[in-house]
């Protein structure tokens, strides 16, 4: 969640101001301080003292070209490993797909999540990103059968999402941001899914307020009296945010209290359909209400802020790779054809049956790289190909670096969807899947933190997009730019003109 929290990007916008203030006091020290990387450690530069490599990081991120701060670097030091100097801190980057296939699995035991503590406040204490041991295993478990198992996909969350991606589209104005309305669709889907909530006042004020919330990411934290900044607005959403939450949590716990004996018609009805809040307060372990909340509110940050990007710039690169449209298109009408009804809703053998749409999904996620990967401390020291990575230092390890290397990806820097047609056969070139046993497609993390909405993020897309051509055909209305800076992301959101060919 490049948005979310674990991509580059949080932590790049998190600390901006302070380095361009500290970058005026310590520039004038820039010639005393020139630090050296210890002998073991990956080759590299620290740069500035204090700030580092940071401002040329997010100088290469504001450009139209997705990686030329590793590009460089790698070239400079000969190697896909490489030390920096990032957010005040010595940071090993990695390129290589080995390396971060240790640092993903090597979780709880050389490695752990590092996360900046304004995202922690904005997070709550109890939220699964920044969990660690017991407690994470647990509920990443729960998210995982709530979430990626297919018969749940099946039977309960397909059905809803055929449900609301057709509601919102049937209401489509003929000028919009491809953007907010994919939000406006992951959100709602995401509030029915988290606490059977369906569209209305309620989810709607949520809704603004969650808007403020996520605002808080890409801002700068100043202390949290200053409301006016966009992150003290961020922290008072997120205390909103939270009593919504909390007094939802607590009714449903006292119905559950009151069922006892006679189950009402409209409780069986529930318990055949359960909730993440049903699922949370049969939970054996017994979660208290603010673990709860703050649990809910990282599930509503973490799909709400990918999938919705994915569906947009996998529109935008369709849109300009017409030859790919016209093959997805055809497969999408095929499956539409084949409903007796015609306004019969996607099922799971649907699903089955697009192999060219997944190939775009995946095309999408390699080329966009919307997490472009993840930070862990070292927890050990941490040997590899001879480099030793002393404990409690920093790492980044890079996903968009390996999914652009032309030596893993033939022509790496193109969008093209048919390398994934072949996608069985391992050799490390055109779609090939690992290197050195690593796997090098690493869109969702791995290890214990494998994205719980690796799936469902995919059936949503794919219904998304389904619906987008099988019903409309569209044009872009203003000029837009794909930047990969705070987020990766349309500049403007993507705005388009639609033209609607089939009712829905
Ligand atoms: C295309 C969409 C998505 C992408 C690219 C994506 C990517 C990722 C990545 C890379 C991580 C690992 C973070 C780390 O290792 O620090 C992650 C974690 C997570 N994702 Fe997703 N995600 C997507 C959609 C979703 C959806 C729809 C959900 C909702 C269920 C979700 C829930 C989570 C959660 C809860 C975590 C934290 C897991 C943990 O730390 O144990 N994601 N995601
Ligand atoms: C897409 O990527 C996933 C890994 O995330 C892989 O398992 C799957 O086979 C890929 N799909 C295609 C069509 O290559
Ligand atoms: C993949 O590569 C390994 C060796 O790296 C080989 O043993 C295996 O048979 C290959 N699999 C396929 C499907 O080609």
């Known amino acids: 969640m490049a948005t979310f ?65 590793a590009d460089e670097r790698m070239r400079r030091h000969g190697g896909r490993l490489f030390t920096t100097h990032l957010f005040g801190e010595r940071t090993v980057f990695s390129a290589d797909p080995e390396f971060n296939r240790v640092v993903l699995g090597g979780e709880g035991r050389i490695f752990e999540g590092s996360y900046p503590s304004s995202m922690s406040t904005l997070l709550g204490r109890h939220s699964l990103v920044l969990m660690k041991g017991a407690l994470h295993k647990r509920m990443h478990s729960l998210t995982l059968t709530r979430f990626a198992s297919p018969a749940v996909i099946r039977s309960h969350l397909l059905p809803d999402i055929d449900r609301v991606v057709r509601r919102n589209l049937r209401s489509w104005p003929a000028s919009l941001r491809l953007l907010d309305q994919a939000k406006k669709i992951t959100f709602e889907l995401t509030v029915e899914q988290l606490i059977s909530q369906g569209p209305g ?43 919504a939450l909390m007094e939802l949590v607590r009714r449903r716990k006292e119905e559950k209290m009151g069922e006892s004996v006679v189950e009402s018609a409209a409780e069986a009805e529930r318990s055949k359909k359960k909730d993440m809040v049903d699922e949370l307060l049969v939970a054996e372990e017994g979660f208290t209400e603010e673990e709860m909340v703050d649990f809910l509110l990282a599930l509503f940050v973490a799909g709400h802020e990918t999938t919705p990007t994915i569906m947009t710039l996998a529109a935008k690169f369709l849109a300009d790779n017409p030859s790919a449209l016209v093959l997805l298109k055809k497969e999408q009408n095929e499956i539409r054809r084949k409903k007796t009804d015609e306004f019969e809703a996607l099922d799971w053998k649907d699903y089955k049956s697009m192999p060219f749409t997944q190939c775009v999904i995946n095309e999408t996620l390699r080329f966009a790289n919307i997490i472009g990967g993840v930070f862990r401390r070292a927890i050990a020291d941490v040997h590899f190909k001879g480099y030793t990575i002393p404990k409690g230092c920093k790492v980044f390890a890079s996903f968009r670096a390996v999914h652009l290397d032309s030596h893993y990806y033939e022509e790496a820097r193109t969008f093209n969807p048919w390398r994934w047609l072949n996608h069985n056969n391992n050799v490390s070139k055109d779609g090939g899947q690992e290197a050195g046993g690593a796997p090098i497609f690493t869109p969702f993390g791995g290890g214990q933190r494998l994205c719980p909405g690796y799936e469902l993020g995919r059936v949503e897309i794919s219904v998304f997009l389904h619906y987008l051509v099988t019903c409309f055909s569209w044009e872009v209305a203003e000029k837009d730019k794909l930047v990969f800076f705070p987020t990766t992301r349309m500049l403007k959101g993507y705005p388009i003109h639609v033209r609607r060919h089939h009712s829905l």
Not at 27 to 33: E, T
Not at 203 to 224: A, C, K, M, Q, W
Not at 234 to 242: D, E, L, M, S, T
Request: overall charge positive; hydrophobic content about 45%.
């Open 201 to 243: 006042e309620w989810t709607e004020n949520l809704r603004h307020y969650y808007n403020f919330l996520i605002d808080g990411f890409f801002s700068v934290p100043l202390p949290s009296f200053l409301s006016f900044t966009t992150y003290g607005r961020a922290i008072k959403a997120r205390k909103k945010v939270a009593e």
């Open 5 to 69: 929290a674990s991509s580059v990007i949080h932590q790049l916008a998190y600390p901006s101001l302070l380095l361009i203030i500290s970058i005026l006091a310590l520039a004038a020290f820039r010639r005393l301080n020139r630090k050296r990387v210890t002998a073991a450690m990956p080759p590299g530069t620290l740069g500035l003292p204090f700030v580092g490599e940071t401002l040329r990081l997010i100088k290469a991120y504001r450009t139209e070209d997705p990686e030329p701060f």
